[in-house]
């Protein structure tokens, strides 16, 4: 008498059926065995006979459980209550798992036999239930299945995770995303953050994407986390995968800008101030009335130690001021050009929201010359299957 170390479902129908678990005592291990049809010659004074495979193999299991009960008559009765629950005129799917490992299909499967008597010679009142199945291809279950797919066929909760973490070092403080991916032990993957996981059997690979706009999608752009992965303790670990790309560094320098267009007020002229790494800009010249002021701006800017600075303007509201290499150190400095203030509407209409400047925006690097200010961050996981 041994303890299970097998899990038997029977699914039909969009149900399924217990028909053994773990820990249930049997009399031997559950025995599968795979049959091919063949035609088989012995010709006459031949050293050995020749055969021809038929095909339609079928694949059968047998196991047999014992149940223990209280007295004769209930173990008995017993005896009769299983031979009336064979799963007759059910056609399904035998979904076998291992204790710990894999998960394997039997398909287009009908049980055959249920002979269930008292178990003799026993010091107790016990019952084996011998059960006999035939079915077709035996198959492991896709590991993407296991992962997203409950025991009774139901969709799993998103499997992927995220989070903010904030870390110091040679940048100053930087915020990064980092993406979770819960993945069952049963797969036994291995793999990285950055090229990906593949299951135990080299039936899948699993990889995280990245998007800035949930248009375009990019792999490769992530790297394992500190202490990934993470036992969850429920038979199910989670790889944390850190995007390449800071959320937001103190140190960085970037190339911004800020301009009107068609669909700008003509009331955002003249411009009145400038802020750039936080610092009010002292130039001669304000205001500055485009588009007839851009290069006295220009002129004023690369002065006072904007090299490289350009102003452009071809209307009063199609203008566009560029600066490179703005440096900072400090997080949420003010990069702002100004105007008067004035009123406009709300989203009921109400006259009350101010207007007065626009933010000039771009492309920051830390001091690795990593992308930075990259916010939001999306990501997506992908199952690739691999060809067999």
């Not at 394997?104 to 006999?132: C, G, K, Q, R």
């Not at 190339?255 to 936080?278: Q, V």
């Not at 006259?351 to 400047?357: A, E, L, R, W």
């Not at 626009?358 to 492309?363: A, K, M, Q, Y």
Request: net charge negative.
């Amino acid at each position: 008498m041994i303890l299970s170390q097998f899990r038997i479902d029977f699914e039909h129908a969009g149900q399924s059926t217990r028909m053994l678990d773990f820990g249930d005592k049997l009399l031997a291990d559950p025995v599968i065995t795979v049959n091919q049809e063949a035609d088989r010659y012995a010709p006459i004074g031949a050293p050995w006979s020749e055969g021809s495979a038929k095909g339609g193999a079928t694949t059968s299991i047998a196991w047999s459980s014992i149940e223990k009960y209280p007295d004769h008559a209930s173990a008995r009765a017993h005896c009769l209550a299983a031979a009336a629950t064979l799963k007759s005129g059910q056609t399904g799917t035998l979904r076998i798992q291992v204790s710990g490992g894999d998960v394997w299909i039997i398909s287009d499967l009908d049980f055959v036999t249920s002979a269930t008597s008292p178990l003799v010679p026993t010091n107790s009142f016990e019952t084996v239930t011998a059960a006999t199945a035939i079915g077709g291809i035996l198959s492991p279950v896709i590991p993407a299945e296991v992962l997203t797919i409950d025991a009774t066929g139901l969709p799993k909760p998103d499997p992927l995770l995220i989070r903010i973490t904030k870390e110091t070092g040679s940048n100053g403080m930087e915020k990064w995303s980092e993406f979770g991916l819960i993945v069952p032990d049963e797969m036994a993957v291995t793999g990285s953050a950055a090229t990906g996981w593949i299951d135990h059997l080299g039936y899948v690979s699993l990889r995280i994407h990245r998007s800035e706009n949930l248009v375009d999608w990019t792999t490769g752009e992530f790297t394992d986390c500190a202490g990934s992965p993470e036992d969850n303790g429920d038979g199910t670990h989670t790889y944390w995968a850190r995007s390449i790309f800071p959320v937001s560094s103190e140190i960085k320098t970037g190339s911004i800008s800020s301009g009107g267009g068609t669909s700008y007020d003509t009331r955002m002229n003249p411009l009145i101030a400038l802020t750039l790494g936080g610092v009010v800009q002292d130039l001669p010249n304000f205001p500055y009335t485009m588009p007839g002021d851009a290069a006295q701006m220009q002129t004023d800017l690369r002065a006072v130690g904007w090299n490289g600075a350009t102003v452009t303007a071809t209307s009063d509201i199609l203008w566009v001021i560029s600066i490179p290499s703005v440096f900072q150190e400090i997080s949420n400095l003010s990069n702002k050009v100004y105007w008067p203030m004035f009123l406009v509407p709300d989203v009921y209409g109400n006259i009350v929201n101010p207007c007065d400047g626009r933010d000039l925006s771009g492309t920051w690097k830390n001091s690795a010359d990593v992308r930075t200010e990259i916010s939001p961050q999306f990501a997506r996981l992908a199952y690739h299957l691999i060809p067999q």
